[in-house]
């Protein structure tokens, strides 16, 4: 059962554009929402994470907003870069869902010049 | 410190053979996870330890999946009598505990032919 809806599953934006990724998640009980980057043959590098305690969190150019009552959240990268070309997955993690993480499907993003 | 490592980065084998992947958490963590990725999914969860034992093994799919951390360390996954359908990326992660954050290996992309 898909417990994290990820969208779009691609996007391209210009350099200097801000990609805006979304994830749904049906399970109340979780309770960190990490995001990960991940270039070809690597694996998921953390990005930034949020606790539902708060409605947004920056760190550098990603911003997390989340908005707890309708289960959503989202990634914005502010003044993208070619560099950020990469696949992000969404996540999340509660303690009935145990130690799992229950990623998204992915999303590919591309920042062209 | 070095991140987490796993080897062989690549492995092809036929169906029917038995594998063993091997993955190095950061030395200190004490929990450990395996996670399976199939082309343009993002990663599920296997199965996770809490030092020597499997806390979590509900995600391995079938009894051809097993896992062990004898030592509280390094963990080997163990994939009997493969099937083409095992074909996908094998993600170790480890942490200092179970609500910090994962950091992932590079990954084992197993084949079966």
């Known amino acids: 059962q898909q417990q994290v809806k990820q969208s779009p599953q691609s996007l391209i934006v210009q350099k200097g554009g801000i990609p805006i990724i979304n994830c749904a998640y049906e399970?109340?009980?979780?309770?960190?929402f990490p995001w990960y980057q991940q270039f070809p043959g690597k694996g998921p590098a953390l990005l930034i994470a949020?606790?539902?305690?708060?409605s947004e969190k920056k760190e550098g150019r990603f911003t997390i907003s989340f908005n707890k009552s309708a289960k959503q959240f989202s990634l914005h990268i502010m003044d993208s870069q070619p560099g950020d070309s990469a696949t992000y997955f969404c996540?999340?993690?509660?303690?009935?869902?145990?130690?799992?993480?229950?990623f998204g499907e992915g999303t590919q993003l591309t920042v062209n010049p | 410190g070095a991140g987490v490592s796993q080897t062989p980065s690549n492995k092809v084998t036929e169906k029917g053979k038995y594998v063993e992947l091997r993955c190095d958490p950061i030395?200190?963590?004490?929990?450990l996870y395996w996670y399976r990725q199939s082309l343009g999914q993002g990663p599920e969860f296997l199965i996770y330890?809490?030092?020597?034992?499997?806390?979590?093994d509900s995600g391995l799919p079938n009894d051809r999946f097993f896992a062990v951390r004898p030592e509280g360390s390094v963990s080997t996954l163990k994939i009997q009598r493969t099937e083409r359908g095992d074909s996908a990326v094998y993600l170790c992660?480890?942490?200092?505990?179970?609500?910090?954050?994962?950091?992932f290996g590079q990954g084992t992309r197993l084949t079966v032919v």
């Open positions: 992660a480890s942490s200092l505990g179970y609500r910090v954050e994962a950091f």
């Open positions: 399970n109340t009980a979780f309770d960190y």
């Open positions: 949020i606790r539902p305690d708060v």
């Open positions: 996540a999340a993690k509660g303690e009935t869902s145990g130690s799992r993480l229950t």
């Open positions: 030395s200190g963590h004490t929990a």
């Open positions: 330890f809490q030092g020597t034992g499997a806390a979590d």
